[in-house]
């Protein structure tokens, strides 16, 4: 056995850092990626301030960033040991924790003598005996003070002030972190703790041939042709899941327990569901998606007519290349585009022959061949809407309540300003079959972009640090002196988790001038409006959607669409966005108090109003010029001092005017109309 350190051959470890030491299993295959850092730790060990001593492992989950740090601990033999990170991790996890001992007491001895001890973390205990440490998932730390305690850490001649002393960096320390891409909780490694970095590796899925060679070994079992098809499908699964913004993973833990479960005499068909598809997800709709791409593909036909065959008929007609008369067997061609083809005419050097049977066409689940749109379905077979039985369809009566009440209070809105003798109506546009259709194939060719956005953003809505502490604690980050003769040991404190609901309300407002006709800015609008709803209530934030236009006619010179808004519970006011349209002039100053005072009702702490605009306001007879400019600006400051926060998009040829309205820093400037949807969502992101 080793007793030495690779990195440093005059350090002995001890009986217990060796037992501490990961040894690689006879199954174990040494990746490029552990090749790579080997040689490059070693090649810059001794150099001063170029040694390798902090690495970042990052990949999704299941890349074999774990086992590549453990097979480090192999090579340099050096001490493995981890850390894995959470949400509400505080200092003391790092840095260790003073804690209340009971010390033993004279049997004569009637009081109780209370003592506290310094216990040191599992990172302090790497940090100062030299040990190579895996921090794991620090993207999801909340506190910000406790990556700080880390980037001090990871200094190359850093050091951790304790609560008993300060600990020196060992030497031999060898800092590992790991970290996924994209799951749910995942936040951007903080900017400083990775500039402490020396080599990082962007872990993936290996090649086909590594992860059947990698099978292999795990496993024993050795038909390459059916680990070939299980690595396809494990391919194609992770493929689709990441451009359909579905959270689930397909990796190499997946593939080797499916096919263990394979080489164990179970079902590929089923197992396939156990051991991958249900790991990913158990979404119905997403599933749809899954199983429609290896429909598309031909791999679950081909899954299913593999099951048919007993192991030694398989392994003749998988490595059969000859032809024969038998109609029963049937022979799978790979086209030059990856799909699977059946052709009983035609024989391949590289054809896969199997059985047919008479259950052969298509799969057990037939809903994902008819799952093309992954837009929602609010319809039933019969074509009407579904509802839940505590989601009753909101009346016509209430509809028309609702209606006059939004009237009512936008008149009271312009009470005063130098709109009060302007027409107005509010609109409740009606949904059409037409509407719930346009939008259902919007949403879908939102749905990759709008969904992987959710997925990013409602980990940070669980993110708001939190100032109050809770006192009386077991445990904590500040010792409170004056708990000191407490008898329940309840003299820590620290930090109350913070507030999970997000306290962001959005309101969108669109310019519906003639003039938003042109050069596709009326679709660009209704995408963003789509992308904005799709994104807020994914996230459950408070979302109102209103458009407005100005000289309709004489009796209605302000006109207000409210499409979407926070007090209705109507489910189909999303459809109504369909309606956005370029009509007559536009009115901003007044269509600005309306959504305003709205806005102000809201609970949420940040409020913010988006203007999709391509021009100056401009409205009969005479809001216009100089008049329009003051009203805007006015009616801006207004509001601002009520707490609303403003950001125009500028689509139009009036875009340094609508800057000047608005501020520079208040402006997002649009050239290409396409990025609008995606920009819009990017925004609402960073207000949480």
Same mark, same amino acid.
Request: with cysteine; proline share 4%.
């Given at each position: 056995?080793?007793?030495? /350190?690779?990195? =440093? +051959?005059?350090?002995?470890?001890?009986?217990?850092?060796?037992?501490?030491?990961?040894?690689?299993?006879?199954?174990?295959?040494?990746?490029?990626?552990?090749?790579?850092?080997?040689?490059?730790?070693?090649?810059?060990?001794?150099?001063?301030?170029?040694?390798?001593?902090?690495?970042?492992?990052?990949?999704?989950?299941?890349?074999?960033?774990?086992?590549?740090?453990?097979?480090?601990?192999?090579?340099?033999?050096?001490?493995?040991?981890?850390?894995?990170?959470?949400?509400?991790?505080?200092?003391?996890?790092?840095?260790? =924790?003073?804690?209340?001992?009971?010390?033993?007491?004279?049997?004569?001895?009637?009081?109780?003598?209370?003592?506290?001890?310094?216990?040191?973390?599992?990172?302090?205990?790497?940090?100062?005996?030299?040990?190579?440490?895996?921090?794991?998932?620090?993207?999801?730390?909340?506190?910000?003070?406790?990556?700080?305690?880390?980037?001090?850490?990871?200094?190359?001649?850093?050091?951790?002030?304790?609560?008993?002393? &300060?600990?020196?960096?060992? +030497?031999?320390?060898?800092?590992?972190?790991?970290?996924?891409?994209?799951?749910?909780?995942?936040?951007?490694?903080?900017?400083?703790?990775?500039?402490?970095?020396?080599?990082?590796?962007?872990?993936?899925?290996?090649?086909?041939?590594?992860?059947?060679?990698?099978?292999?070994?795990?496993?024993?079992?050795?038909?390459?042709? !059916?680990?070939?098809? @299980?690595?396809?499908?494990?391919?194609?699964?992770?493929?689709?899941? $990441?451009?359909?913004? &579905?959270?689930?993973?397909?990796?190499?833990? =997946?593939? &080797?327990?499916?096919?263990?479960?394979?080489?164990?005499?179970?079902?590929?068909?089923?197992?396939?569901?156990?051991?991958?598809?249900?790991?990913?997800?158990?979404?119905?709709?997403?599933?749809?998606?899954?199983?429609?791409?290896?429909?598309?593909?031909? @791999?679950?036909?081909? &899954?299913?007519?593999?099951?048919? @065959?007993?192991?030694?008929?398989?392994?003749?007609?998988?490595?059969?290349?000859?032809?024969?008369?038998?109609?029963? !067997?049937?022979?799978?061609?790979?086209?030059?585009?990856?799909?699977?083809?059946?052709?009983?005419?035609?024989?391949?050097?590289?054809?896969?022959?199997? $059985?047919?049977?008479?259950?052969?066409?298509?799969?057990?689940?037939?809903?994902?061949?008819?799952?093309?749109?992954?837009?929602?379905?609010?319809?039933?077979?019969?074509?009407? +809407?579904?509802?839940?039985?505590?989601?009753?369809?909101?009346?016509?009566?209430?509809?028309?309540?609702?209606?006059?009440?939004?009237?009512?209070?936008?008149?009271?809105?312009?009470?005063?300003?130098?709109?009060?003798?302007?027409?107005?109506? !509010?609109? $409740?546009?009606?949904?059409?079959?037409?509407?719930?259709?346009?939008?259902?194939? *919007?949403?879908?060719?939102?749905?990759?972009?709008?969904?992987?956005?959710?997925?990013?953003?409602?980990?940070?809505?669980?993110?708001?640090?939190?100032?109050?502490?809770?006192?009386?604690?077991?445990?904590?980050?500040?010792? /409170?002196?004056?708990?000191?003769?407490?008898?329940?040991?309840?003299?820590?404190?620290?930090?109350?988790?913070?507030?999970?609901?997000?306290?962001?309300?959005?309101? #969108?407002?669109?310019?519906? =001038?003639?003039?938003?006709?042109?050069?596709?800015?009326?679709?660009?609008?209704?995408?963003?409006?789509?992308?904005?709803?799709?994104?807020?209530?994914?996230?459950?934030?408070?979302?109102?959607?209103?458009?407005?236009?100005?000289?309709?006619?004489?009796?209605?010179?302000?006109?207000?669409?409210?499409?979407?808004?926070?007090?209705?519970?109507?489910?189909?006011?999303?459809?109504?966005? *369909?309606?956005?349209?370029?009509?007559?002039?536009?009115?901003?100053?007044?269509? #600005?108090?309306?959504?305003?005072?709205? #806005?102000?009702?809201?609970?949420?702490?940040?409020?913010?109003?988006?203007?999709?605009?391509?021009?100056?306001?401009?409205?009969?007879?005479?809001?216009?010029?100089?008049?329009?400019?003051?009203?805007?600006?006015?009616?801006?400051?207004?509001?601002?001092?009520?707490?609303?926060?403003?950001?125009?998009?500028?689509?139009?040829?009036?875009?340094?005017?609508?800057?000047? @309205?608005?501020?520079?820093?208040?402006?997002?400037?649009?050239?290409?109309?396409?990025?609008?949807?995606?920009?819009?969502?990017?925004?609402?992101?960073?207000?949480?």
């Amino acid at each position: 056995m080793k007793q030495n /350190c690779i990195l =440093s +051959p005059e350090r002995r470890l001890t009986d217990i850092e060796q037992s501490l030491v990961w040894q690689k299993p006879a199954s174990h295959i040494d990746s490029e990626a552990e090749k790579r850092i080997y040689n490059e730790v070693v090649k810059n060990w001794n150099r001063g301030e170029m040694k390798i001593s902090t690495i970042l492992l990052e990949g999704d989950a299941g890349s074999g960033k774990t086992q590549i740090a453990k097979a480090l601990s192999a090579d340099f033999n050096l001490p493995y040991t981890k850390v894995t990170c959470f949400a509400d991790m505080d200092k003391s996890d790092v840095l260790g =924790s003073i804690l209340p001992v009971l010390s033993e007491k004279d049997e004569s001895d009637e009081s109780d003598t209370v003592e506290y001890k310094y216990y040191p973390s599992e990172i302090v205990r790497a940090y100062e005996n030299g040990w190579l440490l895996e921090i794991q998932e620090p993207t999801v730390i909340r506190d910000a003070a406790v990556l700080m305690a880390l980037n001090s850490a990871l200094e190359p001649d850093g050091s951790l002030n304790l609560p008993t002393r &300060i600990a020196r960096r060992h +030497p031999d320390f060898v800092a590992v972190i790991t970290t996924n891409r994209g799951y749910n909780g995942y936040r951007p490694l903080n900017e400083a703790l990775r500039d402490r970095v020396q080599h990082a590796e962007k872990l993936d899925l290996p090649p086909k041939e590594v992860m059947i060679e990698r099978a292999q070994a795990k496993t024993g079992y050795k038909n390459e042709n !059916v680990l070939f098809i @299980l690595a396809d499908t494990i391919i194609l699964l992770d493929e689709t899941a $990441r451009a359909n913004a &579905i959270k689930g993973v397909a990796g190499m833990r =997946s593939y &080797i327990f499916w096919a263990d479960a394979v080489a164990g005499g179970a079902s590929m068909r089923s197992s396939l569901y156990y051991k991958v598809l249900y790991k990913i997800t158990t979404d119905p709709q997403e599933l749809a998606i899954l199983e429609h791409a290896l429909s598309s593909l031909g @791999l679950i036909d081909l &899954i299913d007519s593999l099951d048919k @065959l007993e192991e030694s008929e398989l392994d003749n007609k998988l490595n059969s290349n000859s032809s024969g008369d038998n109609p029963e !067997v049937m022979e799978l061609n790979m086209s030059e585009n990856g799909e699977y083809e059946a052709e009983a005419d035609k024989s391949g050097n590289n054809a896969i022959r199997m $059985r047919k049977s008479a259950d052969s066409e298509g799969h057990s689940d037939t809903s994902s061949d008819k799952t093309t749109d992954v837009s929602s379905n609010d319809k039933v077979e019969n074509g009407t +809407p579904f509802y839940h039985e505590l989601d009753k369809p909101v009346t016509d009566e209430e509809k028309r309540g609702f209606r006059k009440k939004l009237n009512k209070e936008a008149r009271k809105s312009v009470h005063g300003s130098c709109h009060e003798e302007t027409k107005l109506i !509010v609109h $409740r546009p009606e949904v059409t079959a037409q509407y719930r259709e346009e939008y259902g194939r *919007m949403a879908a060719e939102l749905r990759p972009v709008i969904m992987e956005l959710i997925r990013k953003t409602n980990p940070l809505l669980e993110h708001e640090l939190s100032a109050e502490f809770a006192k009386s604690q077991l445990y904590g980050t500040k010792f /409170c002196a004056e708990k000191a003769a407490s008898v329940d040991f309840r003299v820590f404190a620290r930090k109350r988790p913070p507030e999970e609901e997000p306290s962001l309300a959005v309101a #969108l407002r669109i310019d519906e =001038s003639a003039s938003m006709s042109a050069f596709g800015r009326l679709e660009a609008a209704r995408q963003a409006a789509v992308a904005l709803y799709e994104f807020c209530t994914g996230c459950g934030i408070p979302i109102m959607v209103y458009g407005d236009t100005a000289d309709r006619s004489k009796l209605e010179q302000m006109s207000v669409y409210a499409y979407v808004d926070f007090e209705s519970r109507d489910a189909d006011d999303k459809y109504a966005l *369909m309606n956005i349209q370029a009509r007559s002039n536009n009115r901003d100053g007044m269509a #600005l108090r309306i959504i305003g005072d709205r #806005l102000i009702n809201a609970p949420q702490k940040t409020k913010l109003i988006i203007s999709i605009s391509d021009g100056q306001p401009k409205a009969m007879p005479d809001y216009s010029g100089e008049k329009a400019v003051r009203d805007m600006k006015d009616t801006l400051q207004e509001y601002r001092r009520k707490g609303i926060q403003f950001l125009a998009a500028a689509i139009g040829q009036d875009k340094e005017d609508i800057r000047g @309205l608005y501020g520079a820093e208040n402006t997002l400037d649009i050239d290409d109309l396409k990025e609008l949807p995606s920009r819009l969502v990017q925004i609402i992101a960073r207000f949480l």
